[in-house]
Structure formats: structure tokens, C-alpha cells
T-cell receptor, first 117, second 112 residues
């Protein structure tokens, strides 16, 4: 299986500030995803991070609030901008390998636990 | 629009019991279905993935089945252990290039 790391693992931030979360994969992947999991809820996809092009955002999520970078095939960042307490969540990155390898299983990072005061 | 439902939301059973977790989806034209485990405050661990052409997958004490026509999947856990306590999520993918859609999860507690 893939090894995916995220930094930071957790953080406590003040409202109005921004936090950048990093996701590193131990092998090259085409598709990387960013999810949010609010307390007691299931996962919601924020965006798909495409290497070499703009990220594709889901309904309800915008680039100004959640800018994403994907500089290469093993790394991506998600920034949570101008944070409010409603942004307190676990943020997870995930990757999917192409068909034929790991059977298109999605693998998830350990998550970044964010608390906004 | 695909919707994924998991029932029950929470389940508590004594150690050693066999148990079944349920997942249902509204659009039977799926590409694959995946079961995950999530420990409190942690990321997700992939347990089993079933392609649309498959009926079941097994890994150790876990067996996942898929009935596309009825829009249902089950995760069977044999001889449950306290270490199985976690939230179990199923997720459905509609096509090869689409996102996966998660159910709300079943929070499982195994009592020693």
C-alpha cells in the first residue's frame, strides 16, 4: 500500500489566519484528493488536485478559501484561508493509483486535525 | 445523484460475536465499492475494495459482499475483537474517473 504523510498532524489557529497543510506520497500518483471531515460527520470532498493544472473544486468549496497546489506527482498542499471556527475539522488527503496497481484503491493520509479559536 | 447510507449508525456487541455492517446505495451503476476503517481522530485505512464485476472480497476475518442489483453491500466481521472497535465507512465510485461518495459510517464497539 502507499505511504502518505501529512503535516502538520494537528494545529490550533486563531480566526482570520491561514494554515497550509502538506501531503507527501511515497510514489508518483496521478490523482490526489482533499477531504474535510467535520466533527461527527463523514468525509466531504473539497477538491481534486491535478498535477500541472488547476484543482477541480466540489460544489460549496472555492479556490479563494481553499487554494491548492500540486507542483509534482508526489506532493500537494491545501491552504485553509481566513479561518473561522466553522473550519475546525480533520483535513485528509488521499491518492488513487491507476487501474492495474492496487486495483484503484484510494489510500488516505493520517489527517490534519485543525481547531480554530 | 448517488447516495450512500449505512445502518446502523452505531453498534455494540460482545467480543467473539460475528457481525454484519450494512451499506446501501441508490444508483446501482457503480464502478467499485470500498470499505474503510477509521479510528478516532485518525485517517482512513482501506479494508477491502470490490470491483463492480465481483461479488465478494475476503481479507482475514473480514468478508465484503456486493449485490449491485439491489444496491447493497455488507461487511462481515468474524470472531470480533476489542481491537475491531472503530468507525467503518463504505464508499462508492460511480465511474472510473469520478469521485467516491462516502456513507455516514457505522461506529462499532466491541465489548471485552
Amino acid at each position: 500500500s502507499a505511504v502518505i504523510s501529512q503535516k502538520p498532524s494537528r494545529d490550533i489557529c486563531q480566526r482570520g489566519t491561514s494554515l497550509t497543510i502538506q501531503c507527501q506520497v511515497d510514489s508518483q500518483v496521478t490523482m490526489m484528493f482533499w477531504y474535510r471531515q467535520q466533527p461527527g460527520q463523514s468525509l466531504t470532498l473539497i477538491a481534486t488536485a491535478n498535477q500541472g493544472s488547476e484543482a477541480t473544486y466540489e460544489s460549496g468549496f472555492v479556490i479563494d478559501k481553499f487554494p491548492i497546489s500540486r507542483p509534482n506527482l508526489t506532493f500537494s498542499t491545501l491552504t485553509v484561508s481566513n479561518m473561522s471556527p466553522e473550519d475546525s475539522s480533520i483535513y485528509l488527503c488521499s491518492v488513487e493509483f491507476p487501474s492495474g496497481r492496487y486495483q484503484e484503491t484510494q489510500y488516505f493520509g493520517p489527517g490534519t486535525r485543525l481547531l480554530v479559536l | 445523484k448517488q447516495e450512500v447510507t449505512q445502518i446502523p449508525a452505531a453498534l455494540s456487541v460482545p467480543e467473539g460475536e460475528n457481525l454484519v455492517l450494512n451499506c446501501s446505495f441508490t444508483d446501482s451503476a457503480i464502478y467499485n465499492l470500498q470499505w474503510f476503517r477509521q479510528d478516532p481522530g485518525k485517517g482512513l485505512t482501506s479494508l477491502l475494495l470490490i470491483q463492480s464485476s465481483q461479488r465478494e472480497q475476503t481479507s482475514g476475518r473480514l468478508n465484503a459482499s456486493l449485490d449491485k442489483s439491489s444496491g447493497r453491500s455488507t461487511l462481515y466481521i468474524a470472531a470480533s475483537q476489542p481491537g475491531d472497535s472503530a468507525t467503518y465507512l463504505c464508499a462508492v465510485k460511480n465511474s472510473s474517473a469520478s469521485k467516491i461518495i462516502f456513507g455516514s459510517g457505522t461506529r462499532l464497539s466491541i465489548r471485552p
